[in-house]
């Protein structure tokens, strides 16, 4: 039997030692690392913002390099090296400036490689072809006049020069959504916005505004004449068989007013429930269907009488002093108790519930950004999904909410804003406003 010297036995077991050490810390791993981009890259314009997320959870990151290549000149982005072997994860942020690297519109391509700390150096390549394009949408509105009332809704039809991801309208800092429709076989960008109550022919800056998939913005000035109107401003007695019956059921609901009185109740149902409800409605119509639901005048509670309108500005009073204040954003109309509230246009049921001061309350999605609302109500009698058409049967008015006495509050969303519901009980308004900007020479 052949005898193998200690020293041979000794080396043998630490190679195997060695090896088993090499293995089980990711020495000898063959597995490349990770490339992941977190949003298509197709187009690059003048600036564009990329996110790239390289990773290897074996043996750890090394080196990773992103870099432009166009006409076979390589531009380097960035490069970094990792000494240490934890790195198993970089999320790396760059801003592509085309003008400061020199290159020019047309085809390209940005190459992604990463590499490990293996001892076969494990090495992956991402190459991506991209359109550089530095050229913003031109934006054409097609409404060379409009006008619009204080607290109302303004309709824009506009073409641009080319496919965006997305467009708008702005008014000051608030941004509306667009869609895009085929008007005579062509697509055109449609905006419905509100106007403020505040607005002002001065004051008050509309732009069209357009992104394109490499990034390019434009913005072009919205010819726009405000006509102000006047809104109403009333003074409204808390009295104390109102506060004691209707507090309650906000207290019940909510367990941080437990202990409160309800004058305090009121403050916080006024104040901190309204915005939170604004915020819920805002939520809720952020998503609308891609095409115009709705057809003619939307309806207005049958045989029924205005008890409060939109823009109302009221100044609550208790023992004749001023607690607090608040701004109507409906119109509130009462008929008899318990009577049949119909939608008031064809759409889709996207909300059915409780909804704070709104009390029990339904919202209809009408297409392209559009909304109504109807609260106070005793029962509902749909359910959120369901397709309905005007005039069909959604609840029972009722005391439900901040609601002093039987009644329907109803209001119209635009874009995410309140507006003025009786503009859209107008059916001159509508083809005045809305149907002869849709039929485009």
Known sequence: ????????????????????????????????????????????????KIEITFSDQKSGL?????????????????????????????????????????????????????????????????????KIDTMPPQITVLNSINYANQGGTCLITYRTSKPVTSTGVYVNDYYTAGYTLFIDNKPTSVTYFAIPITATRNKTKMFVYALDDAGNEAKVALPCQIKEKKFRADKMNLGESFLQQKMPEFQASLPALQGKTPLEIFTYVNGQMRDDNFKTIQTICQKSAPQKLWEGTFLRLPRSKPMALFGDKRTYLVGGK?????????????????????????????????????????????????????GHLSSIDTAVGKTVKKEDVIGRSGTSGLAGG?????????????????????PHWIENNITRKMILQ
């Open 1 to 48: 039997m052949r005898k193998y010297s200690p020293l041979i036995i000794i080396a043998v077991i630490l190679f195997i030692a060695g090896l088993c050490w090499l293995y089980f810390n990711n020495y000898l791993e063959r597995e490349k690392p990770a490339i992941k981009l977190n949003q298509e890259i197709s187009a690059i314009g003048k600036h564009k």
């Open 62 to 130: 090394s080196h990773i390099a992103v870099e432009v290549i166009q006409d076979n000149k390589g531009h380097m982005l960035a490069a970094e090296k990792f000494t240490s072997r934890g790195v198993k994860q970089k999320l790396l942020s760059l801003t592509l400036d085309t003008t400061t690297l020199k290159i020019h519109d047309g085809p390209a391509v940005i190459k992604f490689s990463a590499r490990d700390h293996s001892l076969f150096r494990n090495k992956t390549i991402l190459s991506q072809s991209v």
């Open 322 to 374: 001023p607690i607090a204040n608040s701004l109507h954003v409906g119109i509130d109309l009462a008929s008899t108790a318990n009577a049949a509230i119909e939608a008031a246009n064809n759409g889709v049921v996207v909300f059915t519930g409780s909804l704070g001061l709104y009390g029990n309350a339904v919202i209809i999605d009408h297409g392209l950004g559009v909304f109504s609302l109807y």
């Open 406 to 426: 039987d009644h329907l509050h109803f209001s119209i969303i635009v874009g995410g804003q309140f507006v003025n519901p009786q503009e859209w009980w107008d």
